[in-house]
């Protein structure tokens, strides 16, 4: 069944449909419309269900049920095709949208994400839930860059600070709403169930593999698979980690590139 998506539109061009990673919250400024596509396309970004501002049913999600969720959306907003930039956990519903719907499709990029199964899966997330607070962060911050290990966030005392600032204040958006803790545990139940190894070679969209090299949580061994089973797909690795799009100053123009066919 059809549920309420907190949804936004910026800019202008062809159009973009954006799709967010675990967690993922319009209000946590800045947001995806606040960086370098609006300036190329017309960029659609969405809470997803159990985020942000979105519906949050106490109820099992599947992939499949994001993916359609998507489909609902652009319908909703009458685009009957679009290009879609899927990153991290977005990236496997942008996966399961081009098998489930390929006519709404056009050019696809896939971000630090995975394929799952045999695959390779992305870091289990749900597992890091029951640790204390501390230890969960050092734990984040050592798996979306793996450079910053133990040696690492000890000698750095003042970045590590900084991150811890700016994660702290990403986790606070949205702090009063009680229903916000189901919907980020229903997210991860089914993020631990991703799996479209063995149906990659159905997607027919041109489709951009991106990785970041020192990435933990998806590691580029998971987006050669992408590469390799996507026809025709491209892998382009970027220095950085899961957060490579703002590590490293060539990432954003060189999707930005792909998805323009230039």
Not at 79 to 95: D, K, N, T
Request: charged content about 25%; glycine content about 10%.
């Amino acid at each position: 069944m059809p549920i309420h998506l907190h949804h936004e539109r910026a800019g202008a061009g062809p159009r973009l449909l954006y799709i967010g990673g675990t967690g993922g919250d319009l209000r946590a400024k800045p947001n995806v419309l606040d960086g370098p596509l609006v300036a190329h396309f017309e960029v659609l970004a969405y809470d997803q269900r159990g985020q942000g501002r979105s519906d949050k049913p106490d109820e099992a999600y599947s992939m499949a049920q994001y993916a359609d969720d998507a489909a609902d959306l652009l319908d909703a907003v009458g685009w009957s095709e679009a290009h879609v930039l899927g990153v991290s956990f977005g990236g496997m519903v942008a996966q399961e949208l081009a098998l489930r719907h390929p006519g709404l499709v056009d050019r696809l990029v896939l971000a630090c994400t995975s394929s799952g199964g045999a695959g390779g899966a992305s870091y289990p997330l749900h597992e890091l839930e029951a640790l204390p607070a501390d230890e969960r962060f050092a734990a984040h911050l050592s798996l979306s860059d793996v450079r910053r290990d133990e040696a690492w966030q000890a000698a750095n005392p003042d970045q590590v600070a900084q991150l811890r600032a700016f994660a702290d204040a990403q986790s606070a958006v949205g702090a009063d709403d009680p229903d916000l803790a189901t919907g980020r545990r229903r997210q991860l139940e089914a993020r631990a169930t991703h799996d479209t190894t063995s149906r990659l070679c159905q997607i027919a969209s041109p489709t951009l593999v991106c990785a970041g090299r020192h990435d933990g949580i998806a590691p580029v061994a998971n987006s050669e698979v992408l590469a390799e089973r996507i026809p025709d797909a491209r892998l382009q690795v970027f220095e950085g980690g899961h957060l490579f799009l703002l590590q490293d100053r060539e990432a954003w123009p060189a999707i930005i590139e792909f998805l323009t066919g230039r």
